[in-house]
């Protein structure tokens, strides 16, 4: 079994705030180990269920935030910037599971903790076939394009709530309560170590009962910016069409070039001046 893990930061037990899970700093350094045991926690439970090899990207920020000879399992690392699919880089069709570890809510969820969509200064919301949806359901379209179910989310419960319609089925583990944007209830890291670990255990051991993501195609993105600017160079790009002064509309057949649309969007969204 051949297990492909994704990895965010801001849904690791105890993070509440940016200087937190943005370098350099002690608290940093801090919550990079806890985010580290996490991620290995979910590596020791699909090692339980019969896993056998791993992929992690590490996909948060500057993507380098683990320590590669720490990882469990002999866990191949992708770590840097820039990855042309960005929080999927590395999946194919050799993987048999998606496991997303540490995510969070979308731009829209205000009640989640440090919530955004890839690029909080530009996104205000992402839909996906109607849907609000968050990093997971935008991620999950790369999943469903090679036909790799997406059975494992950590995180607070917004989250898991936002990738239930793409990803019915998938093992939620929540290791965290939010309050607000700057403030959550967490379980014990230690406890937090625990669910994940029992969690990816159950969803391997499970792993037969899962299909693809359900995510209807032809597909649709709706991305609404927090200003025009944003929304007039993404129309730049094939397959993006201007729905509102700050909407866009990105429409395909094919979910991977749906989701590279989308990344594109997003990169240039940083080289605007807002």
């Avoid at 469990?72 to 840097?80: C, E, M, V």
């Avoid at 205000?110 to 205000?124: C, D, E």
Wanted: net charge negative.
């Amino acid at each position: 079994m051949k297990v492909f893990l994704s990895t965010d930061m801001e849904g690791t037990a105890g993070v509440v705030d940016w200087g937190q899970c943005r370098g350099p700093g002690p608290e940093y350094e801090y919550y990079r180990g806890q985010l580290q045991a996490e991620v290995n926690a979910a590596i020791d439970g699909a090692l339980a269920a019969g896993a056998i090899e791993f992929l992690v990207n590490d996909s948060h920020s500057t993507m380098q935030n683990l320590r590669p000879d720490e990882l469990h399992g002999r866990a191949s690392y992708l770590s840097g910037r820039h990855k042309p699919l960005y929080m999927m880089e590395g999946l194919d069709d050799s993987f048999d599971a998606v496991l997303f570890v540490s995510y969070h809510g979308s731009a829209d969820s205000t009640s989640s903790v440090l919530h955004h969509t890839y690029n909080p200064r530009a996104i205000a919301e992402v839909r996906l076939n109607g849907a609000v949806t968050g990093e997971a359901g935008i991620n999950a379209l790369v999943a469903l394009a090679h036909g790799v179910p997406v059975v494992l989310i950590s995180g607070d419960q917004v989250t898991i709530d936002e990738t239930l319609p793409f990803c019915p089925g998938i093992e939620a583990v929540v290791v965290k309560e939010s309050v607000s944007h700057n403030a959550a209830l967490s379980v014990h890291p230690e406890t937090a170590r625990e669910l994940i670990r029992d969690g990816a255990q159950r969803a391997l051991e499970r792993l037969s009962s899962f299909g693809p993501p359900s995510i209807t195609v032809p597909a649709e993105l709706t991305v609404r910016f927090h200003n025009r600017a944003f929304a007039e160079l993404s129309c730049a790009l094939r397959g993006v069409e201007r729905a509102d002064e700050k909407v866009v509309v990105i429409r395909g057949d094919d979910p991977l070039t749906l989701y590279r649309t989308f990344i594109a969007a997003v990169l240039l969204s940083r080289g605007v001046s807002d």
